[in-house]
């Protein structure tokens, strides 16, 4: 399985960012697929989540009425859009694919990551 994430960058805070992320190598609608971020120096943290089937999401408190998770099983893309960003939301962003058919915040609960791509938001 591999995931390639794109669309990171440098925003000015109040901005908005899209990202991708392209899945291949397993049946991509059977898995839950999620989004997480760490910043310098901290732990990794869940962003957001969604289940195989795109009818549910899950979101941390700090981005939730900010950021919309999404897929398209038709092209195997996860996506994260992200409005109304600030400079705490620096950090890499990785996807993630999941271990089942549910969304989960637990790192734990994923088995493929991606490499990341960095988004800094400037103040």
């Known amino acids: 399985v591999q995931l390639q994430a794109s669309g990171g960058g440098l925003v000015q805070a109040g901005g908005s960012l899209r990202l991708s992320c392209a899945a291949s190598g397993r049946t991509f609608s059977n898995y839950a697929m999620s989004w997480f971020r760490q910043a310098p120096g901290k732990e990794r943290e869940f962003v957001a989540g969604?289940?195989?089937?795109?009818?549910?999401?899950l979101y941390a408190g700090s981005v939730k009425g900010r950021f919309t998770i999404s897929r398209d099983n038709a092209k195997n893309m996860v996506y994260l859009e992200m409005n109304s960003l600030n400079p705490e939301d620096t950090a890499v962003y990785h996807c993630?694919?999941?271990?089942?058919?549910?969304?989960?915040?637990?790192?734990?609960?994923?088995?493929?990551w991606g490499q990341g791509t960095l988004v800094t938001v400037s103040s």
């Open positions: 969604i289940r195989g089937s795109g009818g549910v999401t």
């Open positions: 993630a694919s999941g271990r089942t058919y549910s969304e989960s915040r637990s790192p734990l609960d994923y088995s493929y």
